[in-house]
């Protein structure tokens, strides 16, 4: 029987469905009622909620599962798991009669007594763009699945994955006060002891594919858990009110590390960074003397900075706010609305705080294509901000074609895995020093 695939990012996959804290959690009513819609949607007797786990799939939900093939567990080995293929490689999977597939020929499963014959199964994307599980449907006959109820299937996981990120959120809001205190007290011994490191994204000009700027995205690099992602301790951060000098820290470790580029790397003279800004910080009375100082030490010019904001960071805040962001533009940095479109209030942000640069969500840019639902909604997105008079920088784009589409739509600038993923400065470094390194020298030997 072939071994269950691993996604290429498993480790990275495995540290974000961690974050969710969903595993072995309890029963889910609206999960529950997700997968019901699932079944009767595909007329399947039985459907499933599953998160791929190390060695395990985990049934985050089930409808009918035990009546229709009898599976009493809530879980199964990896090695049987239909869903680990649809999580490796981020695809509908759909087997409409598995003793005819070689994957699954052998499988326990389908050999065993619960006979299973026909699967389908969406997976389920988190918020951080790298797949937990899948939404499936089963059946001991085989069958087809026509294409608009695996439509209907794919479009049901969105919703389960937008679900566990509302519960994500509530499950980071809701650490005990104790866990809090001690988790908390771990992180603040992280930041004094430099274990926070900052990592670059490049935005690229597409036209020329020129690097314009990079975005800083921190990293906690904990002496035993290895390099942890901004996911896994960024909700305590906030939580606990940490976020204030971690955000300090990253924006000054940011404007210097970009000064020593611009001063040192020809190619870099004129790299701009983009610094994220939680509106914990931007509620602190001195935030503007925070970044004014930065960019002082650093000796970096004002308009080399854009300070990204998010329309979450917005929410709740008042006049406080709005004067910080006059004091902040005022020094010159430009500001930028961050996962734009993703909000309840995008429309209103816009007004309320004129940014000079939108990022359009990566949602939008994935789904580019899809439908024409989906193409008029992100080509609604991008005109508003450009008839607004800003920039929009579009994120997460992984494929050509969504270049392409992104250039049809007026969109000049992007950042991505197409161009490259974050990583650490001495790999930025290399590749801006690689830009205008001479071509290698011929040997003189013949
Ligand atoms: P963000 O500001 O939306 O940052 C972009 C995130 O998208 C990054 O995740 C980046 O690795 C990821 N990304 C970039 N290109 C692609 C792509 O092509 N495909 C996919 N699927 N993802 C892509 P990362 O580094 O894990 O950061 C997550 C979030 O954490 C950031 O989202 C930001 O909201 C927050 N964050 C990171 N650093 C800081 C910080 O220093 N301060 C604050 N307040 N928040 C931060
Ligand atoms: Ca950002
Ligand atoms: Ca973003």
Known sequence: MPQAPRHRREAERLASLRSYQVLDAGPDIALEALTAAAARALKAPAALVTLVDEDRQWFASATNLSAAIGYHTPQTPRELSFCAYAVADEQTLVVPDATLDARFADNGLVTGPEHLRAYAGAPIIGRDGL??????????????FDAQGVQVLTDLATTVAELLELRRADAGAGLSDHDVLSESHRLRAGIDAGELVVHYQPVVDLPTGRWLGMEALVRWNHPQRGLLPPWVFLPLAEASGLIVPLGREVLQQACAQVARWRRDIPAAADLHVAVNVSGRQLGEPDIADVIAEALQVAGLPAHALTVELTETSLADTGAAVDIALQHIRALGVTLALDDFGTGYASFSYLQRFHPDIVKLDRCFVQALGRSARDDLLARTLIQLGLRLGCDIVAEGVEHPQQVDALT???????????????????????????????????????
């Not at 797949?131 to 087809?144: F, W």
């Open 408 to 446: 049809r739509l007026g969109v000049r600038t992007a950042q991505g895995y197409l161009f490259a993923t974050p990583r650490a400065p001495e790999q930025v470094q290399e590749q801006l020093l690689g830009v205008h390194a001479p071509p290698p020298r011929a040997t003189t030997a013949s």
């Open 131 to 144: 797949p937990l599980g899948a939404l499936c449907v089963l059946d001991r006959q085989a069958r087809p």
